[in-house]
T-cell receptor, first 116, second 111 residues
């Protein structure tokens, strides 16, 4: 079974500072995918970044980067130069390796608040 | 390109009633998954459809059901509604291999 743990229920960060959101995972599968989603108060889940378990380099997407440490089973999201619009819930999620098993396992999320 | 469309956005139903939610995936996406989000249980997987067949199912009672049509649009149905069914229901579509795109969700309130 796959499990995602996000230990930070809430974070307050000053605008323009960098922020790291923690995510650890547990799986016995050698192949898996890791995702980060942002959920503003409107409810929509917005895809941010993806890391495959066999990817050699950490994924980056604009201001988002994923600090992937496979041996420690962690996949932390780093947001550089935070903006007020970054205030939202952030979810880490894992996908199993098998094609045909389209089920994401989510963590409990971190509520990020950016302070002006 | 158009995203994932969920209708309606909001619903208020009475206990014991049934409800049907709709999800139109991104064109070309054949997989549609449904998730329930509540403050207490977080995001939980309901089921996934691919080419009109249910391929995966989460741990929910039989009151929760779904289907997928030939155009990949999907519906989920909840019968005999309970107060605990109040939640945000999210639909996600994906290609055979790739990321998931979520809709804005349907917020169901059972009174």
């Amino acid at each position: 079974a796959q499990k995602i743990t996000q230990t930070q229920p809430g974070m307050f960060v000053q605008e323009k500072e960098a922020v790291t959101l923690d995510c650890t995972y547990d799986t016995s599968d050698p192949s898996y995918g890791l995702f980060w989603y942002k959920q503003p108060s409107s409810g929509e889940m917005i895809f941010l970044i993806y890391q495959g378990s066999y990817d050699q380099q950490n994924a980056t997407e604009g201001r988002y980067s994923l600090n992937f440490q496979k041996a420690r089973k962690s996949a932390n999201l780093v947001i550089s130069a935070s903006q007020l619009g970054d205030s939202a819930m952030y979810f880490c999620a894992m996908r199993p390796p098998n094609f045909g098993n389209e089920k994401l396992t989510f963590g409990t999320g971190t509520r990020l608040t950016i302070i002006p | 390109k158009a995203g994932v469309t969920q209708t309606p956005r909001y619903l208020i139903k009475t206990r014991g009633q049934q409800v049907t939610l709709s999800c139109s995936p991104i064109s070309g996406h054949r997989s549609v998954s449904w998730y329930q989000q509540t403050p207490g249980q977080g995001l939980q997987f309901l089921f996934e459809y691919f080419s009109e067949t249910q391929r995966n199912k989460g741990n929910f009672p039989g009151r929760f059901s779904g289907r997928q049509f030939s155009n990949s649009r999907s519906e989920m149905n909840v019968s005999t509604l309970e107060l605990g069914d109040s939640a945000l229901y999210l639909c996600a579509s994906s290609r055979e291999v790739g990321g998931y795109t979520f809709g804005s969700g349907t917020r169901l309130t059972v009174v």
